[in-house]
């Protein structure tokens, strides 16, 4: 079992700078893959970045450049660092942990293969 726990969101302008949190507990932490997906107001939940088991990670094309996905195992804490903030990236942000063999590590942004969630943090950009 993982359970997470998402901080860091607030309201920022637009080209400005973020850092979101997500605290993990439980023994599993290290075996998962974990990722962030956002949902923005009427529109489905969407793969944003994910760290895999070892030292590698996957972005969406719309925040390649832009995010920066960093995982601290001995903490059980993901960072997401987002810069050069758009409107366009205000949503609820929600962390996740996908169990997974380190064979099998990042082989998926579906969120439908991701098992633990956490409640979410909301981030607004204004214009």
């Known amino acids: 079992q993982v359970q ?12 400005g700078s973020l850092t979101l949190s997500c ?11 974990i990722g962030w997906f956002r949902q923005s107001p009427g529109q489905e939940r969407q793969f944003v970045a994910a760290a895999g088991r070892v030292d590698a990670y996957k ?5 390649k450049d832009r995010f920066t996905i960093s995982r601290d ?19 609820v942000y929600y962390c996740a942990a996908r169990h997974t063999i380190i064979t099998a590590s990042l ?4 969120e439908s ?8 943090t909301e981030v ?3 214009s």
């Open 4 to 15: 997470l726990v998402e901080s860091g969101g607030r309201l920022v302008e637009s080209g």
């Open 23 to 33: 605290v993990a507990s439980g023994y599993m932490f290290s075996r998962c893959d």
């Open 59 to 63: 972005y969406a094309d719309s925040v």
């Open 73 to 91: 195992n001995a903490k059980k804490t993901v960072y997401l660092q987002m810069d050069s903030l758009k409107p366009e990236d205000t949503a």
């Open 107 to 110: 082989s998926t942004t579906s």
């Open 113 to 120: 293969d991701y098992q633990y969630w956490g409640q979410g």
């Open 124 to 126: 607004t950009v204004s």
